[in-house]
């Protein structure tokens, strides 16, 4: 079964804090995404990377930075944390190619106090 | 405007109930469309995948259905469960070599008992 795991199922950090989210995939996919996801506007894309060390802006990259040092992790970074952050987060992973599924970790439930 | 429009946004039935969930989507030129479901609290599970040539594909009590020339897609779910409570998000692919899927927002299924 593929997995990717995010380091943390809940997290509450304070205004300014720099935050680091983690996503570990075990299955050698290519690809990589960061999504947000906030009640009624459905999953947003952050950032996304195809190989290591490349990466490229989503849709709300803003507030945002990702790092790709090794091809099963892809790290989400909030430089100064905000309360307008606080979102769940979900990081995806998938084989190149356009019928590929993505999987999803479990989320992680982000509160900026 | 999304691109991948859902409806309902929301529904409750009652268990044992059909219901069939809508999503109609602008995106093109169309490759695929993915249904995921989404437990509360963890990410999201693909269901199915429909390219464009199939008009009909089923999982268990899942079936999906899909009209390319009218750009729509539907998800019929037979003799409900109360673990089929989740959310639904319609994903649709275009051709050409993105990696980046266009989600629509999902419908929120409750079944009562």
């Known amino acids: 079964d593929v997995k990717v795991t995010q380091s943390s199922r809940y997290l509450v950090k304070r205004t300014g804090e720099k935050v680091f989210l983690e996503c570990v995939q075990d299955m050698d996919h290519e690809n990589m995404f960061w999504y947000r996801q906030d009640p009624g506007l459905g999953l947003r894309l952050i950032y996304f990377s195809y190989d290591v060390k490349m990466k490229e802006k989503g849709d709300i990259p803003e507030g945002y930075s990702v790092s790709r040092e090794k091809k099963e992790r892809f790290s989400l970074i909030l430089e100064s944390a905000s309360t307008n952050q606080t979102s769940m987060y979900l990081c995806?992973?998938?084989?190149?190619?356009?019928?590929?599924?993505?999987?999803f970790g479990q989320g992680t439930r982000l509160t900026v106090v | 405007k999304n691109q991948v429009e859902q409806s309902p946004q929301s529904l409750i039935i009652l268990e044992g109930k059909n219901c069939t969930l809508q999503?109609?989507?602008?995106?093109?030129?169309?490759?695929?469309l993915r249904w995921y479901k989404q437990d509360t609290g963890r990410g999201p599970v693909s269901l199915t995948i429909?390219?464009?040539?199939?008009n009909t594909k089923s999982n268990g009590r899942y079936t999906a259905t899909l009209d390319a020339d009218t750009k729509q897609s539907s998800l019929h779910i037979t003799a409900s469960q109360l673990s089929d409570s989740a959310s639904y998000i319609c994903?649709?692919?275009?051709?050409?070599?993105?990696?980046?899927?266009?989600f629509g927002r999902g419908t929120s299924l409750i079944v009562h008992p």
């Open positions: 994903v649709v692919k275009v051709v050409g070599g993105s990696y980046i899927p266009t």
């Open positions: 999503c109609n989507y602008t995106v093109s030129p169309f490759s695929n």
């Open positions: 995806a992973s998938q084989y190149g190619g356009v019928n590929t599924e993505a999987f």
């Open positions: 429909m390219t464009f040539s199939e």
